[in-house]
């Protein structure tokens, strides 16, 4: 006997990217690579916010950590807020 858990299915998944392409390729920084590929996997819907929008084959496919066919939306972000928590 076993049980079996099935897949969870979102209908939107919202990431955040480093670096996109007008093809929807993505670079994560840092932990953001750990999870953020996933959730644009198993979402019906993806949309990206990234910092910087580059042309088609400005990223080398090697550095490519989620291919635009998981992607469905792409937009540049604005004045970033980058909160950084210290111990004192």
């Known amino acids: 006997e076993y049980v079996m ?4 299915q979102g209908d939107f998944a919202i990431v ?15 932990t953001a690579r ?6 644009a996997m198993a ?9 910087k929008i580059v042309d088609v ?5 090697n550095q490519v950590h989620l291919p635009g066919i ?3 939306y792409i937009f540049e ?4 807020e980058k909160r950084i928590e210290k111990r004192t």
Request: contains cysteine; glycine residues 6%.
């Open 43 to 51: 979402a019906k819907t993806t949309v990206v916010e990234v910092d």
């Open 16 to 30: 955040k990217a480093d670096i996109a392409d007008t093809a929807g390729n993505l670079i994560f920084n840092k």
């Open 34 to 39: 750990n999870f953020n590929p996933l959730c």
């Open 77 to 80: 972000g604005e004045n970033f």
């Open 57 to 61: 084959g400005e990223i080398d496919p």
């Open 5 to 8: 858990e099935e897949a969870i």
């Open 70 to 72: 998981y992607v469905d």
